[in-house]
């Protein structure tokens, strides 16, 4: 599976932004699709999934939005109400994770190449 993302950019805090994941490969459906973000000094961190359900990180529950179409073999994260604390560059992975695992870095196969995301004041 080899992952493209895509959709990053500059908005002010409180701004919306969508990013979009594009997947190769015939068996996108079958995969556990998630979103990370690394911020400058820090760890890479989970931030939404979507499986047979979707999942997100406290930080942006309520303001992110994780989904996919298939059809497509697309994946998507709606940010809304966005914050300086969520300037970062924005990862997406493709994996098959247990539940513990769902979350966390290692849980993830493939990833892509990252868009930065800055939010501004």
């Known amino acids: 599976v080899q992952l493209q993302a895509s959709g990053g950019g500059l908005v002010q805090a409180g701004g919306s932004l969508r990013l979009s994941c594009a997947a190769s490969g015939r068996t996108f459906g079958n995969y556990v699709m998630g979103w990370f973000r690394q911020a400058p000094g820090k760890e890479r961190e989970f931030v939404a999934g979507?499986?047979?359900?979707?999942y997100y990180a406290d930080s942006v529950k309520g303001r992110f939005t994780i989904s996919r179409d298939n059809a497509k073999n697309t994946v998507y994260l709606q940010m809304n109400s966005l914050k300086l604390e969520d300037t970062a560059i924005y990862y997406c992975?493709?994996?098959?994770?247990?539940?513990?695992?769902?979350?966390?870095?290692?849980?993830?196969?493939?990833w892509g190449q990252g868009t930065q995301v800055t939010v501004s004041s």
């Open positions: 979507i499986g047979g359900s979707t």
């Open positions: 992975a493709a994996g098959m994770p247990t539940f513990a695992l769902r979350v966390r870095r290692e849980g993830y196969d493939y």
